[in-house]
């Protein structure tokens, strides 16, 4: 988030006003209203960015709040056939905007000075895999849409129809927002006057952020978990919640033909399949079968050779950090229910091996070896799996201090680059990236895990947790529809190639599964 911050700024060049020496000394003698003024200017606006465009430029945006208890929020939105007259316009409402004391401010005012920086042909609504095909297309889309102005105005040339498809269409499924072409001086003397009402994408951003995390879990419980057709982690995930749920009898109903010799779970071996056997020990806890600890034992048995070695490594792993979760967790499962020490000694020679193939030097995890990219998703499989071994791996043994280690390694790098809305990215470090629905679901979980065990100081990192809770649940609409999860990601080998995997938009187990798993966890569900 640090670094993100520091290249906006260079970025922006909005003209933030006089240095600060110079304004603490003036604010003791100038009238209350002029030193308010002043004030505002030095801090300038808050700078986010929107995402990239297809040559990879920053899209940026500037926000001034507006005067406290105000809740409308005008979007000026310029640029969008490139660095034209347009652009210089919405620059200096920003400036003349920022100049007013903020209690004269009837409204938040968001500017993005600059939409289209390559000037690249737009399409509204956008079509084809956001964000490969029309990615500043994409990125002004779903970006406006989950951040819900009530007005946008558009200054300068609107050729792609813009304002029109805000107005007619449910912008990134939330709702629609009134849009108009033009901008000027007068219009926002006039707004100062009458603010624009709600947008319908305003209210259901609102609604949707007025959820407990029960009542989103009972919601994304409908569409989630309902079927283990595979035993992958996925599914497994999504069944974990739905017992915390209390739904015990639906999930051992999905998971007999595993435990009565119909099918056999281990007929593919794979590591999300490893994964996958998490639920059997979960049903192991609750009801005590051992069917169902045979097949968290069947599944951990894969880290040892025919004369009981253990391996250099849980099998499967491919160097991918996904497996610091997917063949740790089984190990310290399966040395849960059975007492066996020699699964916990696994766990962790299985942690270090990944550690040395992944851990970066500044204390976020590459993908795998043949890439050096913080991808989001590679990053929150290690939280989350460090967060689950923690949670039953014994304190007496001697790798406990050192996997706690890690983990709180893991959380405070990540808290550094934690976005000002509550999201991570696809690509945790590159500004730009686009904000990435499961590897927040994942850290958030395994940061409120942290919290609650103790782990964690609360003070730190709970305004963390609260920011990505509305985050997930502002991009959690109707029908189990999610906002940018990131599609599959095998061996990929450049930072483009993570850059442009599709966010999807719509119904997705594997991102409904890791919301399921957060909101069953900050209900408080066991």
């Known amino acids: 988030m640090r670094r993100a911050a520091a290249s906006l700024a260079v970025g922006l060049g909005f003209g933030l006003g006089l240095g600060l020496g110079l304004g603490l000394g003036l604010a003791l003698t100038l009238p209350l209203h002029a030193a308010e003024r002043l004030a505002a200017e030095q801090r300038g606006p808050e700078r986010v960015d929107i995402g990239l465009s297809g040559k990879g430029t920053l899209i940026e945006a500037a926000t001034v709040p507006g005067r406290p208890g105000s809740s409308a929020t005008v979007l000026i939105l310029a ?87 805000l107005s007619s269409h449910a912008v990134a499924e939330v709702g629609r927002i009134p849009a108009r072409d033009g901008l000027a001086a007068e219009a926002l003397a006039e707004l100062d006057r009458e603010p624009p009402a ?25 569409y989630y978990g309902l079927d283990f057709n595979q035993p992958i982690y996925i599914d497994a995930i999504a069944l974990i919640a739905q017992l915390r749920l209390g739904h015990l009898q639906q999930v051992e109903r999905l998971a007999e033909p595993y435990v009565d010799g119909s099918r056999n779970s281990l007929a593919r071996p794979n590591s999300l399949v490893f994964a996958g056997h998490l639920i059997f020990g979960e049903l192991a806890k609750r009801t005590r079968d051992p069917r169902y600890t045979a097949r968290v034992v069947a599944a951990a048995s894969f880290g040892f050779d025919a004369d009981g070695r253990m391996k250099e490594a849980m099998p499967f792993h491919n160097g991918f950090s996904d497996s610091l979760f997917m063949g740790t967790d089984i190990l310290v499962q399966a040395g849960a229910l059975t007492g066996q020490r020699k699964y916990f000694d696994m766990a962790a020679r299985h942690v270090a091996f990944m550690q040395k193939l992944d851990l970066r030097e500044d204390g976020l995890y590459r993908h ?26 014994p304190r007496d043994h001697p790798a406990y201090p050192r996997l706690l280690r890690a983990y709180r390694s893991l959380m405070a790098r990540l808290l550094d680059y934690q976005e000002p809305d509550g999201m991570w990215r696809n690509v945790i470090d590159h500004p730009g990236a686009y904000r990435e629905y499961s590897a927040t679901a994942m850290i958030a979980f395994a940061m409120a895990r942290g919290i609650e065990r103790g782990w964690l100081p609360r003070k730190r990192y709970q305004p963390a947790v609260e920011r990505a809770w509305q985050a997930v649940l502002a991009r959690t609409g109707p029908h189990g529809r999610l906002v940018n999860v990131c599609e599959s990601t095998a061996r990929a080998t450049t930072l483009q190639d993570y850059l442009h995997r ?25």
């Open 368 to 393: 795998h070896p043949g890439t050096d990219v913080a991808w989001g998703r590679g990053n929150a499989f290690a939280a989350i799996g460090y967060a689950f071994a923690l949670s039953d791996f």
């Open 198 to 222: 709600p947008s319908e994408a305003h209210t259901e951003i609102e609604r949707r952020r007025s959820r407990t995390p029960l009542e989103l879990a009972q919601e994304l419980a409908a």
């Open 502 to 526: 599709a966010a999807l938009l719509g119904p997705d187990p594997r991102g409904g599964a890791m919301a399921l798993l957060l909101a069953t966890e900050l209900a408080g569900l066991k």
């Open 79 to 165: 640029g969008l056939s490139g660095d034209d007259s347009s652009v210089s316009a919405a620059r200096a409402a920003l400036r003349s905007f920022q100049r007013e004391p903020r209690r004269r401010r009837a409204f938040r005012l968001i500017v993005i000075p600059l939409a289209n920086p390559d000037a690249a042909p737009l399409q509204f609504p956008p079509e084809g895999t956001a964000y490969r095909d029309h990615p500043e297309s994409h990125a002004l889309w779903r970006w406006i849409g989950v951040h819900a102005p009530d007005l946008v105005l558009i200054a300068g040339r609107d050729e792609a129809g813009l304002a029109a498809a």
